[in-house]
């Protein structure tokens, strides 16, 4: 059996089910499992001694888009691309992946799935969600390739070809739903499980505005015979509001849901900027989740506040939404945001984000055995190097880590006992050829005349 012996100056470890910084420990893996904390070093096949490091559990992002925010990426800031101000989602975003998915070719759409998978790992990951569009199944291929934790989350769509037109105004069109969830269970069948139990799905229907209620209810009743999660958008734009509360009754989208049956802790909701007091209240009394992705959001000059859901009792975790990838970039983000948004500077601590990544988010998905750093958790680290002059001083290593890291302090990242990250590179491929065919891939979805009209109208 493999083994792995890491120090750590500072170890983030559990007492009374609250975190408990221990200094100066070592931390020893054995196959797929932390087999011990201790203060005297281990015997180990493999040794790790470098001072100054933060051993965490495995940061956990549960929600990212590797392929859509790459066709964003670089086009899409200071307002490019948006009519009237509004959300890119229907200009950019949606049109582009659906017509890049058809264009590009099972290895381009593989070389762009590695580079997603890269940039999440060298930003602290080691679990991702990943919804996505379900002609781009590469995403499942890299991932058991690359090592990472992956909760694949194909779309299911009532209306998968969603437009905004010159007008702004978006036009739903098509009836996918069938299949889309046929498609779902063919692409469960064949991933659930794989990459020695990496390899997971999650139910996704895309969005309250584009999935209709025969097809919610047939989801939410796929997932719980399955016990996977539910992961959509929800309330991510005013224009989504007004076009739920048009067909339904004066409904706001968590309303449509909850009417549906799907508002309960299995639902992971990604983003809910556009949901009112009252909507965060009803989320929290049916245990859903709120994923929040604050950076994303304020590229466009919306607040998107972890302390606001957090305050009215909603579970909340942080993901990056693909843009950046870099997790404790978006902690960081979080944080201030949340403390200019309230306008109180204790909100949005550094112990409850960290709490959001590892424990919180490993309960949502429902394994207890990640998230933590104890005898018998699976091996998932991601340790920090907290020897950077920017985190120097160092008196408290949680509050140097939200308000001044991010991925350049990523020295190393475990799955499943594997070394995928050492001292900031991956080690199992040449970063320089991942990234220079997934640019490559890309930049064919950017020359279309319809993606220069997207980025340029």
């Known amino acids: 059996m493999s083994s792995i012996a890491i120090f750590g100056s500072y170890v983030l470890s559990r007492r009374d089910d609250t975190q408990d910084v221990l ?11 932390v087999a011990a904390i201790t203060k005297d070093r281990p015997s180990a096949a493999e040794v790790h001694d470098r001072p100054g490091r933060f051993i965490l559990p495995g940061l956990m992002n549960l929600h990212n888009h590797c392929f859509s925010e790459a066709v ?34 099972a290895e381009e759409r593989l070389a762009v799935a590695r580079l997603g998978i890269l940039q999440l790992l060298k930003g602290g990951a080691t679990t991702v969600m990943e919804p996505f569009r379900n002609t781009i199944p590469e ?27 010159p007008d702004g105004v978006v036009r739903y069109a ?28 999650t139910m996704s229907p895309h969005a309250t505005d584009t999935c209709g209620p025969d097809l919610l209810r047939a989801c939410a009743a796929r997932a719980r015979e399955l016990g996977v999660p539910i992961t959509t958008h929800l309330a991510q734009s005013r224009a989504e509001v007004e076009t739920i509360g048009k067909r339904y009754d004066g409904r706001t989208p968590a309303e449509y849901l909850d009417w549906l049956g799907l508002l309960a802790p299995d639902l992971l909701a990604a983003h809910c900027i556009a949901s009112s007091d009252s909507d965060l209240r009803l989320m929290a009394a049916r245990g859903a989740a709120v994923l929040n992705c604050p950076r994303v959001f304020a590229r466009s000059g919306v607040t998107a506040a972890f302390g606001r859901f957090a305050e009215h009792g909603v579970r909340t975790v942080v993901g990056t939404d693909g843009y950046n990838m870099d997790l404790l970039g978006e902690l960081n983000a979080a944080s201030m945001i949340s403390k200019l948004a309230l306008q109180r500077a204790e909100v ?3 112990p409850d984000l ?28 991601t340790v920090i190097d907290m020897t950077h002059p920017h985190l120097q001083p160092l008196f408290d290593p949680r509050r140097a880590l939200i308000a001044l890291g991010n991925r350049a302090n990523v020295d190393q990242v475990i799955v499943n006992g594997r070394l995928l990250i050492d001292a900031g590179r991956y080690v199992h491929g040449d970063e320089a050829a991942i990234t220079t065919a997934g640019a490559a891939a890309i930049g064919k979805i950017w020359d279309l005349p319809e993606a220069q009209a997207a980025f340029n109208g």
Request: hydrophobic letters at 40%; aromatic letters at 8%.
């Open 72 to 105: 964003a990426r670089s086009h899409t800031e200071d307002g490019n691309g948006r009519r009237n101000n509004q959300s890119i989602v229907y200009t950019v975003l949606l049109p582009l992946t659906k017509r890049g998915a058809d264009l590009l070719s």
């Open 354 to 381: 960290i709490e959001a990544v590892t424990a919180t988010a490993a309960a949502l998905v429902k394994r207890p055995d990640l998230g933590t750093i104890a005898p018998g958790a699976t091996a998932d680290l």
């Open 23 to 33: 200094r100066d420990h070592w931390v020893l893996i054995e196959g797929m499992k």
């Open 139 to 165: 995403m499942f291929d890299a991932a058991e390739e690359m090592g990472i934790r992956f909760y694949g989350a194909p779309y299911l769509f009532s209306t998968s070809d969603a437009k905004a037109g």
């Open 348 to 350: 949005a601590s550094a």
């Open 174 to 201: 098509g009836d996918d739903g069938a299949v889309d969830l046929a498609t779902w269970n063919v692409l469960y069948q064949r991933w659930n499980g794989c990459g020695e139990g990496r390899i997971g799905l």
